[in-house]
């Protein structure tokens, strides 16, 4: 069973920190490509940051580039973003997606909340 399961969001100060996790399961996690989205209310999904197979290229947003760092632990089949330099804007709904061909799964979401 492919599970996705996401952790460390939360309510945070802006200019704050968070690291959020995505521990995945049921699949070969070192062979997928792991990518970070989110999802404001109303809004659209979008993605956020993207990272390859082997940790090596890294693709970000313009709106989270120098802020936010993807990072994978192939021996641990997590997914890691770090994030710094918080915004109001930041706030939405974040998930992992693990993509290898046309397989795509998706975790369920954590909720960051950037607000004083």
């Known amino acids: 069973q492919v599970q996705l399961v996401e952790s460390g969001g939360g309510l945070v100060q802006p200019g704050g920190s968070l690291r959020l996790s995505c521990v995945a399961s049921?699949?070969?996690?070192?062979?997928?490509?792991m990518s970070w989205y989110r999802q404001a209310p109303g809004k659209e999904r979008e993605l956020v940051a993207t990272?390859?197979?082997?940790?090596?290229?890294?693709t970000y947003a313009d709106s989270v580039k120098g802020r936010f760092t993807i990072s994978r632990d192939n021996a641990k089949n997590t997914v890691y973003l770090e994030m710094n330099s918080l915004k109001a804007d930041d706030t939405s709904v974040y998930y992992c997606?693990?993509?290898?061909?046309?397989?795509?799964?998706w975790g369920q979401g954590t909720q960051v909340t950037v607000s004083s």
């Open positions: 990272i390859a197979r082997t940790g090596g290229p890294t």
């Open positions: 997606r693990a993509s290898f061909g046309f397989r795509n799964y």
């Open positions: 049921g699949f070969t996690f070192s062979t997928y490509v």
